[in-house]
């Protein structure tokens, strides 16, 4: 965090820019800043709030997310599923440093 944002994931492709890396600008109105490896219970819980990530929808090349696949969240999401006790845990090498104007701590 700070240095040079390693990429979260290619296959499936994420971030706002879909190049694989947790970049942010001012048309990214969620700020897809963190990176994090999903898991089933962020998925469902992720689900059960309007945006499900583990359908694959083909019209977008997107085969839907599984448990362990790295993903550029959105920070307030992230920070909800937090609030909620079911965070996915964070890549901090490939999460944005503009994750820290959100109120999330690291510690």
């Not at 700070?2 to 700020?31: A, I």
């Not at 006790?85 to 901090?92: E, F, K, N, R, T």
Request: charged letters at 20%.
């Amino acid at each position: 965090l700070g240095g040079v944002l390693q990429c979260c994931c290619t296959s499936p492709k994420t971030g706002f820019y879909r190049d694989g890396f947790c970049n942010t600008g001012p048309q990214d109105t969620g700020r897809h800043v963190v990176c994090a490896r999903v898991t089933e219970e962020w998925l469902l819980f992720s689900k059960s709030n309007g945006n499900d990530l583990m359908t694959p929808a083909p019209l977008y090349s997107f085969p839907g997310l599984k448990p362990g696949d790295k993903w550029c969240l959105c920070a307030a999401r992230w920070k909800e599923a937090l609030d909620a006790g079911c965070a996915p845990p964070l890549v901090l090498e490939a999460t944005h440093e503009n994750v820290l104007q959100f109120g999330i701590t690291l510690d």
